[in-house]
T-cell receptor, first 111, second 112 residues
Framework: NAGVTQTPKFQVLKTGQSMTLQCAQD?????MSWYRQDPGMGLRLIHY???????DQGEVPNGYNVSRSTTEDFPLRLLSAAPSQTSVYFC??????????FGPGTRLTVT | GQQVMQIPQYQHVQEGEDFTTYCNSS?????IQWYKQRPGGHPVFLIQ?????EVKKQKRLTFQFGEAKKNSSLHITATQTTDVGTYFC????????????FGQGTRLTINP
């Protein structure tokens, strides 16, 4: 099993550009989440899904869109990138037990 | 909104010394999870505590969940250089939900 995979590993965007961060899992987990990690602030939940076709907002959803058309994939879209979105982004998946499996992360810089 | 506070933010110890990080929630938690993140890596699940007053051990790591289920601690006995990293606690946003709120983390560095 590959677990949780994320692409790309690194990305540099200019302000105003849009892009999609990809996340896939092969563990048949129902739950998937996107977090951003900034220095000194831990991990903050952006968006969340409890299954295909169902998504919900987290703490910091503004500027981000998600969709969940399949169990395996949960892409995160940045609509119009801003320097405040410079961060490390982690995707995670879990069963209902709560233990989260994290992907390796995407380091995004917006200039 | 719900907050999970973690202290200290940083801790530097000599190898062989003990280390403790504390986690406090503004609300009662149905469970609490602990994660470890190595430098440059991703968070890795360590343990989940569910019961009031629960204590669990993993080799040199001891995890406790408070009686009121609003606080938790992670204690490492006789630290080793492999313990370096940031330790996070996390609790459900609302009871039973899979949305987690994370503490800010405690970054542990060790002098060999």
């Amino acid at each position: 099993n590959a677990g949780v995979t994320q692409t790309p590993k690194f990305q540099v965007l200019k302000t105003g550009q849009s892009m999609t961060l990809q996340c896939a899992q092969d563990m048949n987990h129902e739950y998937m989440s996107w977090y951003r990690q900034d220095p000194g602030m831990g991990l903050r939940l952006i968006h969340y899904s409890v299954g295909a076709g169902i998504t919900d907002q987290g703490e910091v959803p503004n500027g981000y869109n998600v969709s969940r058309s399949t169990t395996e994939d949960f892409p995160l879209r940045l609509l119009s990138a801003a320097p405040s979105q410079t961060s490390v982004y982690f995707c995670a998946s879990s069963y209902s037990s709560g233990e989260q499996y994290f992907g390796p992360g995407t380091r995004l810089t917006v200039t | 909104g719900q907050q999970v506070m973690q202290i200290p933010q940083y801790q530097h110890v000599q190898e062989g010394e003990d280390f403790t990080t504390y986690c406090n929630s503004s609300t009662t938690l149905s469970n609490i999870q602990w994660y470890k993140q190595r430098p440059g890596g991703h968070p890795v699940f360590l343990i989940q505590l569910v019961k009031s007053g629960e204590v669990k051990k993993q080799k040199r790591l001891t995890f406790q969940f408070g009686e009121a289920k609003k606080n938790s601690s992670l204690h490492i006995t006789a630290t080793q250089t492999t313990d370096v990293g940031t330790y996070f606690c996390a609790g459900p946003w609302v009871s039973g939900a899979q949305k987690l709120v994370f503490g800010q983390g405690t970054r542990l560095t060790i002098n060999p």
